[in-house]
């Protein structure tokens, strides 16, 4: 999987399970320590520490949480343009995040998906989708 859309997916994996009374106490950890680590990579890449951009990484993570079908692709823009390239730390975190989230997917591999010049891709469950080229 593309390491932005990886991150951002369990974001919105994270932050809904995280809000469950049965989550486990490991998913709401490994949950905040991403969204901490991506508000932190945000910021410090893209101007070695502007707290405007921490607050505005904030909000948008925050609607991310609210609403993820609407804000879940310009999050993920917004993303690959402050951190073109995510460190193994980030990537690392969110498959941790996962890997809790899902066990059995995580082993099969479900997670582990490179797409390379693709054109109309989707990855995942239950997904509906129109392409206009």
């Given at each position: ?21 049965t989550a ?109 080229f």
């Amino acid at each position: 999987m593309e390491p932005i859309s990886m991150i951002v997916g369990a974001l919105v994996a994270g932050s809904s399970a995280a809000l469950k009374d049965t989550a486990s106490q490991a998913v709401k950890d490994a949950y905040s320590g991403l969204r901490t680590l991506v508000i932190h990579h945000w910021n410090n890449q893209v101007s070695g520490n502007d707290s405007k951009l921490e607050q505005e990484a904030n909000i948008l993570i925050s609607n991310l949480e609210d609403d993820p079908e609407t804000f879940q692709v310009p999050v993920e823009k917004k993303l690959s343009e402050s951190i073109p390239e995510p460190s193994a730390e980030l990537v690392d975190k969110a498959q941790a995040l996962y890997e809790l989230l899902d066990k059995n997917g995580f082993d099969t591999g479900k997670y582990n998906v490179t797409v390379q010049g693709g054109k109309g891709v989707q990855i995942g469950d239950n997904n509906t989708q129109i392409n206009k080229f």
